[in-house]
């Protein structure tokens, strides 16, 4: 018989009884214990990978970390690990040395491109590398019926991927209008989870709405972005995921809600974090340490860090260092700073000094393509004028809901044009994986563009090529860059490319280093940011406004969408439609 960990019941058994030699006993540390709430000087003691008990007779080797801090695995509760930009070993060098021995993953952009086989080689990478990856297979795959994507999973094709090693359930139920409307096939994926648990995804969803969400199942959010909300959620029976990501930054807004009591409640979780940003800040380690310097108290701090995650996705040897739970420990200076001086993963030292102590291997790329663009030219990216006043995008900082703005538009003959004197700018978004041609087009205010076009193959949901520019030649030759290079970012300026950073695999990943690809993120941010941008990060600005779940106005390949109607609607205000835009 085999414990959760692999090792042998009755091995396991011995060594908690101390009748065998344990692999390791490490000795001098203080304990956090997430189960009871402590922290104590103990002995841990540790065979075939898991912990076995607090003493022992003998050991096979001893480690002295006194004056050191012991706590669980770090757990990253929901990440979309397609946003770094890097493969699964290259993103574990990166985050297990910060601490982080779990994730669980969505894995729904790269499902978007590649459907099961995007699936799959994120199953397949994972073996490679020294972090736990837990899938929870994308319930959004079209994420709507309002773009077009590279693949579709329906609850026939999940099923044949929900009882695969380290499938642990589904992932957020974006389409919550779905739910609402009992639409079949969105009750047909929930449905495949069982016992399973089923993430949410209801931004400002609320009232007799939100209660029908969750009584649908549905049991976490990662979308608050007030107390108020995250409140009311809270008190549906929702699990509570504090989201510090590179462009949706919770923490600060919902962490004066966790309480002594309520506290068991709460993930911490990256969702979108780009490299540079794991690189300088850290990864669940830096919410940790923000928490503590909020005044949250340490110990409840990691319990949301590990424990809770844990418990709530039923991975029941994570989450403590306690008999039978797999010995992933993060070995701290203290719980002032939060510095991480070694990582532990079953049983073994695999980080120290802030590096990768293992070799990493790469799973081999998919073999399909992810670039299959229609035929397109400079005039695929022309407004006709149709009217006196326009539906445009407005870019709110940092955020990445939207504002539905109306205006009167510049018009040049008979086409709506750039107007650089408003920071009005035209937005495109090219279908990259059927051919079909399409090309929606909108405007957007928010940008700072003076000159030139970006573009990028990183468009969340169904990642086509998203593009903003002052001119139509110029986004022709920004999409243009990024399909010859089988997807990435991309900075023109007068049809020369300024700046680019290549993502081969899907259109989406790299093969290089995250230093390498946090340099190139660095270069093309610059180069956006010379062109006349005033965003922090334009790049991921852009990417997430081709999003058409997240209010309130977005534009994919297929035309502009209400969000709050969940549907299209015309760039151009027709007569009594003034307030309704």
């Known amino acids: 018989m085999v414990g959760e960990t692999g090792m042998k019941l009755e091995e396991l058994i011995a060594a908690a009884r101390g009748e065998v030699e344990v692999d390791l006993l490490i000795e001098g540390a203080e304990v956090v214990n997430t189960l009871s709430g402590e922290r104590r000087l103990s002995e841990v003691a540790i065979s075939g990978g898991t912990v076995v008990g607090f003493d022992c007779e003998s050991a096979k080797k001893t480690l002295d970390l006194s004056g050191m801090v012991l706590a669980p695995g770090f757990i990253d509760g929901h990440v979309h690990l397609e946003s770094a930009m890097v493969t699964i070993p290259e993103y574990a060098r990166a985050v297990v040395p910060r601490g982080t021995t779990a994730v669980v993953a969505d894995p729904h952009e790269i499902a978007n491109v590649l459907g099961a086989e995007g699936i799959r080689y994120i199953l397949d990478s994972s073996r490679l590398s020294p972090l736990s990856v837990f899938v929870m297979l994308p319930s959004c795959v079209p994420a709507t019926h309002l773009e077009t994507s590279g693949a579709c999973l329906d609850a026939p094709a999940l099923s044949e991927l929900i009882d695969e090693e380290g499938v642990i359930g589904i992932a957020e139920v974006m389409n919550y209008p779905g739910v609402l409307f009992r639409d079949p096939s969105v009750l047909a994926k929930i449905g495949l989870a069982g016992e399973r648990r089923v993430d949410g995804h209801c931004p400002l969803l609320s009232g007799r709405d939100l209660t029908a969400y969750v009584a649908a199942g549905i049991g976490s959010d990662h979308e608050c972005t007030s107390l108020e909300e995250a409140r009311e959620k809270l008190r549906l029976g929702m699990r509570i995921m504090i989201r510090e990501g590179t462009a949706a930054k919770n923490l600060d807004d919902l962490l004066p809600l966790v309480n002594e009591v309520n506290s068991r409640r709460f993930l911490f979780v990256s969702d979108d974090r780009h490299p540079s940003e794991i690189l300088r800040e850290g990864h669940i ?37 306690a008999p039978g739970r797999r010995a992933d420990i993060v070995v701290l200076d203290g719980l002032d700073e939060f510095n991480v001086q070694k990582v532990l993963k079953d049983g073994a030292v695999v980080a120290e000094g802030g590096r990768l102590l293992l070799p990493l291997r790469a799973a081999a790329r998919p073999r399909s393509s992810s670039m299959n663009v229609g035929a397109i030219a400079p005039g695929s990216f022309e407004i006709k004028a149709e009217g006196d006043l326009v539906r445009v995008i407005g870019v709110i900082p940092n955020q990445i809901i939207t504002r539905s703005l109306l205006t009167r ?20 978004v090219v279908e990259r994986h059927r051919g079909t041609g399409n090309v929606g ?17 990183v468009a969340h949901d169904s990642h086509n090529i998203a593009a903003v520019g002052t001119s139509t030649e110029e986004l022709y030759w920004a999409v243009s860059a990024v399909e010859e290079m089988e997807g990435g970012l991309v900075v023109v300026d007068d049809g020369a490319v300024e700046a680019s950073l290549p993502l081969p695999i899907a259109g989406l990943l790299s093969d290089r280093s995250m230093e390498e690809v946090a340099e190139k993120i660095k ?24 999003l058409p779940v997240i209010p309130e106005l977005k534009l994919t390949d297929k035309g502009l969408v209400d969000v709050t109607r969940f549907d299209f ?13």
């Open 523 to 546: 270069e093309v941010v610059v180069a956006a940011k010379d062109l006349g941008s005033s965003l922090e990060d334009p790049f991921m600005t852009l990417s997430f406004l081709c």
């Open 441 to 457: 087009l909108g405007l957007v205010k928010g940008f700072g563009l003076v000159r030139g076009a970006i573009a990028t193959s």
């Open 409 to 428: 538009p510049k018009v040049e003959g008979d086409r709506v044009v750039a107007d650089l004197d408003r920071d009005l700018l035209v937005m495109a």
């Open 285 to 321: 380690d830096s919410m940790v340490r923000r928490a503590v310097g909020a005044g949250l108290d340490p110990v409840v701090a990691i319990q949301i860090a590990s424990l809770n995650a844990a418990e709530y996705f039923g991975l029941r040897d994570l989450g403590a260092i």
């Open 569 to 581: 609607v015309s760039l151009f205000v027709g007569e009594g439609e003034e307030g309704k835009a």
